[in-house]
T-cell receptor
Framework: GAVVSQHPSRVICKSGTSVKIECRSL??????MFWYRQFPKQSLMLMAT?????????EQGVEKDKFLINHASLTLSTLTVTSAHPEDSSFYIC???????????FGPGTRLTVT | GNSVTQMEGPVTLSEEAFLTINCTYT??????LFWYVQYPGEGLQLLLK?????DKGSNKGFEATYRKETTSFHLEKGSVQVSDSAVYFC?????????????FGKGTKLSVIP
């Protein structure tokens, strides 16, 4: 149980385009989902906390107009990287917390490469 | 604020060697503590957890004990295997503003050689 999927697993896009990453909790409902970014050989950096039906809370230094987060249902959150640039290339990981718990279950990650 | 400090890697061990990865934390109150493992090219998997002082989390031969007096949660395994090669993250969570955010250490890369 507690499986989280991400789609796509890898994406290559051209500079200036937008790309959407989906995060789904497959067998539980998640009131809260989190989006992280991981640079090579580094730890996870929390980008934002997403609560179903409300606006995401972004961490300091994360541009909310560039990284659009939507959490429209209890099983789906999306991260859209708008007007992507090569410096946005990274490994993006989502996690989901089953409603009423503090545990986070992580997706397998999405490798974004912007050319 | 909350923080997690874990030993710098990389750590290279021979198969069947004993593993210790140190982790200490700073937090107010009583956080829950976790070890996550990340295999190459994948997301994080919860390895074990402990929610209160003196709790021992264990899974797949790995163990860690929540030591409040030393604010530590060191990860140990008696006999590592090649398949244990991965990056290990120590983390804590503490409820704030209605959500449980995880604070991660920087990760320790473990390589086990045959």
């Amino acid at each position: 149980g507690a499986v989280v999927s991400q789609h796509p697993s890898r994406v290559i896009c051209k500079s200036g385009t937008s790309v959407k990453i989906e995060c789904r909790s497959l067998d539980f409902q998640a009131t809260t989902m989190f989006w992280y970014r991981q640079f090579p050989k580094q730890s996870l950096m929390l980008m934002a906390t997403s609560n179903e039906g409300s606006k995401a809370t972004y961490e300091q230094g994360v541009e909310k107009d560039k990284f659009l987060i939507n959490h429209a249902s209890l099983t789906l959150s999306t991260l859209t990287v708008t007007s992507a640039h090569p410096e946005d290339s990274s490994f993006y990981i989502c996690s989901a917390s089953p409603s009423g718990t503090y545990e986070q279950y992580f997706g397998p990650g999405t490798r974004l490469t912007v050319t | 604020g909350n923080s997690v400090t874990q030993m710098e890697g990389p750590v290279t061990l021979s198969e069947e060697a004993f593993l210790t990865i140190n982790c200490t934390y700073t937090a107010t109150g009583y956080p829950s503590l976790f070890w996550y493992v990340q295999y190459p090219g994948e997301g994080l998997q919860l390895l074990l957890k402990a929610t209160k002082a003196d709790d021992k989390g264990s899974n797949k031969g790995f163990e860690a004990t929540y030591r409040k007096e030393t604010t530590s949660f060191h990860l140990e395994k008696g006999s590592v295997q090649v398949s244990d090669s991965a990056v290990y993250f120590c983390a804590l969570t503490y409820s704030g503003a209605g959500s449980y955010q995880l604070t991660f250490g920087k990760g320790t890369k473990l390589s086990v050689i045959p």
